[in-house]
């Protein structure tokens, strides 16, 4: 059963997977999950880009104003961090080849950790401010997003009707 929610969950990443992956299978023939089917949120296999993993979240068959906003909330922050880590790492590999390129002597396969310490160095030192971007829009966005999720539950703990 864990094995078909995997599989489930990751039809809605064939279409993103297949522009890294040659050997992905025919994706006109899957069709992801409907939100209002499932019982409960199904997460599917590491995108191979970006190393995340995507969320189908349940749709709850009575979900209040404040659960809709909470969801879809979710499913932003998701798209948002996907996103970033994708261009990231799609940048990081394509930098990592010219530098082994450029740098890799005759008649050798690879560089030693540290022959390839000075890339991730220098890599690192270039990203450093889209780091810190990232990481205080992401403290951000999951504030804002555990604030909801405690409006959510203090909700459903005192049944507190939506306006």
Do not use: C
């Not at 994706?27 to 209002?36: L, M």
């Not at 530098?99 to 991730?120: R, W």
């Not at 999720?149 to 939506?162: E, T």
């Amino acid at each position: 059963m864990l094995s078909s929610r995997v599989t489930l969950a990751s039809r809605p990443n064939l279409l993103l997977i297949s522009k890294y992956a040659s050997s992905t299978p025919n994706v006109k023939s899957i069709q992801p999950p409907n939100p209002n089917k499932i019982t409960s949120d199904m997460v599917g296999p590491p995108d191979p880009v970006s190393n995340l993993r995507r969320i189908i979240f349940r749709k709850p068959a009575n979900e209040t104003s404040l659960e809709r906003k909470y969801r879809k909330l979710r499913t932003e922050v998701q798209e948002w961090n996907q996103i970033f880590w994708t261009q990231h790492n799609s940048r990081f590999f394509k930098e990592r080849e010219a530098y082994l390129k450029s740098n890799l002597p005759e008649g050798k396969t690879n560089l030693t950790a540290d022959e390839m310490s000075v890339f991730y160095k220098a890599f690192l030192d270039k990203n450093w401010k889209a780091h810190l971007d990232y990481n205080r829009e992401w403290y951000r966005k999951n504030i804002t997003l555990l604030i909801l999720s405690l409006q959510v539950k203090f909700r459903k703990l005192f049944r507190i009707k939506d306006k």
